[in-house]
């Protein structure tokens, strides 16, 4: 039950994105606009995500899940409702916008609240290797969901709805997912007190790492983030991760444009990309990394090198085989590389201290999609590779000073 609320919502954010290139460009909206879109829902992700987390306890983690789900639900009904009336033409492109950037916002401000409830539900009543097993789980149906979503999306592009259909669809399957948590799962009676942990919103290839408890509010407050341990760490973090987004934000435009084909026709060959670089992306965290055995240092190193050179690859290349590619390679480098530094900046620091680096790590791992997205599409409009062989030379100089500045450490778990 709780596995099904986090990954409809995942499955439902990232359907969403992988349309939105093609639906601004049906409905003739400037490109910056729809990343701006989901920029801004990022933002109100990052400020209103705490407040959920510190009151599931005094408000019932299971109301704090509904109230996630309901604003998931609102979020697909008003886009998709008004996404419908614009491609009917009942509404001009410029309200249409309005109306689902409003949309938008109720996804970053109410969606937040089902995560870091679902995480202190399972945290509360289970001990031991069983919480272990159970929040693993749970963080991998993000993981998942980014698969899921890019791949059902173009099935529910049917008449009379066409684009809008698949946020229609994940509106009524939130519904059943709602429909059965008020049903079937039990009332808060935790047996051990817990908050869940704050994490990002879902997004393509950026599946969320870890599903730490947080203590109380102090605790988080000892480390600094100029803390010389962790600092570099931090660094690498965020510059990494604007790379990243800017890729996320730009890619499905490149497919439309690079191909030649209608916006409306688009949509497989969007979702075929993405699927090869969500799936790239689990397979470094989930089969790769655990068998290699690479130290922090070393995840970073291979990591910021493939994100390179796929990043490149993706934005020279001319068809839907060298995109997808290139672009499952910066996924399989952005896979090794988020682990990475989030396990090096919690080797850096004791175990009193390991609540407090993962609230930062979950701040910087968001920060980067506030403002990257946007910057890339901007960047795309002066010529359609230059984010790519931007981002490309980024994460290079990031190898470099990586390599230059941080020590190996032991290796991740």
Do not use: K
């Amino acid at each position: 039950m709780l596995f099904a609320v986090m990954l409809v919502a995942a499955a439902g954010n990232t359907a969403m994105q992988s349309l939105m290139p093609s639906i601004g460009r049906v409905l003739d909206v400037p490109d910056l606009w729809i990343a701006g879109a989901f920029s801004l829902s990022a933002v109100i992700w990052v400020l209103v995500a705490p407040h959920w987390a510190r009151l599931a306890d005094r408000r019932g983690r299971r109301a704090l899940m509904r109230l996630g789900l309901y604003g998931f639900i609102a979020s697909m009904l008003v886009c998709g409702l008004v996404l419908a009336a614009g491609l009917a033409g009942w509404l001009a492109p410029a309200t249409v916008f309005a109306v689902f950037v409003i949309g938008r916002c109720f996804y970053g401000a109410y969606g937040s609240a089902s995560p870091p409830a679902v995480q202190a539900y399972v945290a509360a009543r289970t001990d031991g290797e069983q919480r272990t097993i159970a929040l693993a789980a749970i963080a991998s149906s993000f993981g998942l969901g980014t698969i899921i979503g890019p791949a059902l999306a173009p099935l529910f592009i049917l008449p009379p709805f066409g684009l809008s259909g698949p946020l229609l669809a994940f509106a009524l399957i939130g519904l059943a997912v709602l429909a059965a948590l008020v049903l079937r799962l039990p009332d808060d009676t935790p047996r051990n007190p817990a908050q869940g942990q704050i994490i990002g919103e879902p997004l393509i290839g950026a599946a969320n790492s870890g599903a730490a408890l947080m203590q109380p509010e102090r605790a988080r407050r000892a480390l600094g983030w100029r803390d010389p341990r962790i600092l570099n760490w931090h660094v690498a973090g965020i510059v990494g991760g604007h790379g990243h987004a800017a890729l996320l934000g730009t890619i499905g435009f490149l497919v439309i444009d690079r191909l030649g084909v209608a916006p409306d026709h688009a949509q497989q060959w969007i979702a075929l990309v993405l699927m090869a670089g969500a799936g790239a992306t689990l397979l470094a965290q989930w089969g790769l990394i655990p068998r290699l055995g690479l130290d922090p240092r070393a995840l970073l190193l291979w990591g910021s090198w493939l994100a390179a050179a796929g990043a490149a690859i993706t934005g020279l290349s001319e068809g839907i085989y060298g995109i997808t590619t290139g672009f499952a390679l910066a996924s399989l480098g952005f896979g090794f590389f988020r682990p990475g530094f989030t396990s090096g900046a919690s080797l850096a620091v004791g175990a009193e201290e390991q609540n407090a680096v993962a609230g930062m790590v979950t701040s910087v791992n968001g920060v980067a999609f506030v403002a990257a997205p946007t910057i890339g599409v901007a960047l795309y409009g002066l010529w359609m590779p230059l984010p790519f062989l931007l981002a490309a030379g980024l994460m290079v100089l990031l190898a470099v000073w990586i390599s230059l500045r941080l020590s190996p450490s032991a290796p991740a778990a």
